[in-house]
Nanobody
Framework: QVQLVESGGGSVQAGGSLRLSCAAS????????MGWFRQAPGKEREGITA???????????YDADSVKGRFTISRDNAKNTLYLQMNSLNPEDTAMYYC???????????????????WGQGTQVTVSS
């Protein structure tokens, strides 16, 4: 089993920045891809970005067009923590943000939520205009 705990959400004005963290614990060596997803009220869960996590890899796998150039995923292997740096936030970014881990490679998992086996509880991000 893998446990994921997100933190760092909050309220920010448009144009601002936030950094989300996702602390992973448990049998993390069983996962090969980690990603960030978000879900706004009344909308489907959206995959944002994913990163290869096999071994010491920190190679980016995917970035959704909606966040490309604004959001950056990264990983600190020593701390077993995944990050999402979010810049130039706008009200459309308001959502619950989740980190997730998959037991398959990012080439298979992509940004498909059903390919991810472990999920955090989510952290709320609210952007006001």
């Amino acid at each position: 089993q893998v446990q994921l705990v997100e933190s760092g959400g909050g309220s920010v004005q448009a144009g601002g920045s936030l950094r989300l963290s996702c602390a992973a614990s448990g049998y993390t060596s069983s996962t090969y891809c980690m990603g960030w997803f978000r879900q706004a009220p009344g909308k489907e869960r959206e995959g944002i970005t994913a990163i290869y996590t096999s071994g010491a890899s920190t190679r980016l796998a995917y970035d959704a067009d909606s966040v490309k150039g604004r959001f950056t995923i990264s990983r600190d292997n020593a701390k077993n923590t995944l990050y999402l740096q979010m810049n130039s936030l706008n009200p459309e970014d308001t959502a619950m943000y989740y980190c997730a881990a998959s037991r398959v490679s990012c080439r298979t998992a992509g940004l498909l939520y059903y390919e991810y086996n472990y999920w955090g509880q989510g952290t709320q991000v609210t952007v006001s205009s």
